[in-house]
Nanobody, 124 residues
Framework: QVQLVESGGGLVQAGDSLRLSCAAS????????MGWFRQAPGREREFVAA????????YYADSVPGRFTISRDNAKNTVYLQMNSLKPEDTAVYYC?????????????????WGQGTQVTVSS
């Protein structure tokens, strides 16, 4: 059974940084692409970033260019999202997910396992 556990969220001020972690178990982590999504109150879940199984390729939403960095440590079965220069509009629940299916990285339907999420709140 695949389990994803996100951590690292919290309440910060605009301009601060946070590093989210997602620990995975129940799968051969190093063979799967991984993604981060977020969902703000009253809004659809949206793509944030993704990383290939080897870490050699990364993909980002247009809303986070240069501010967020996705990385992974296959020895620790963990994927990270480093978020810098946070803005109030980054406030959301952040989810990590396993990409099970071929297709666009920004398509949530391509992902087959999701964590419970971690809350990020950025005050102005």
């Amino acid at each position: 059974q695949v389990q994803l556990v996100e951590s690292g969220g919290g309440l910060v001020q605009a301009g601060d940084s946070l590093r989210l972690s997602c620990a995975a178990s129940g799968l051969t982590f190093s063979t799967y692409d991984m993604g981060w999504f977020r969902q703000a109150p009253g809004r659809e879940r949206e793509f944030v970033a993704a990383i290939s199984w080897s870490g050699g390729s990364t993909y980002y939403a247009d809303s986070v260019p240069g501010r967020f960095t996705i990385s992974r440590d296959n020895a620790k079965n963990t994927v990270y999202l480093q978020m810098n220069s946070l803005k109030p509009e980054d406030t959301a629940v952040y989810y990590c997910a396993v990409k099970y299916y071929r297709g666009n990285y920004d398509n949530s339907g391509r992902y087959g396992a999701w964590g419970q999420g971690t809350q990020v709140t950025v005050s102005s």
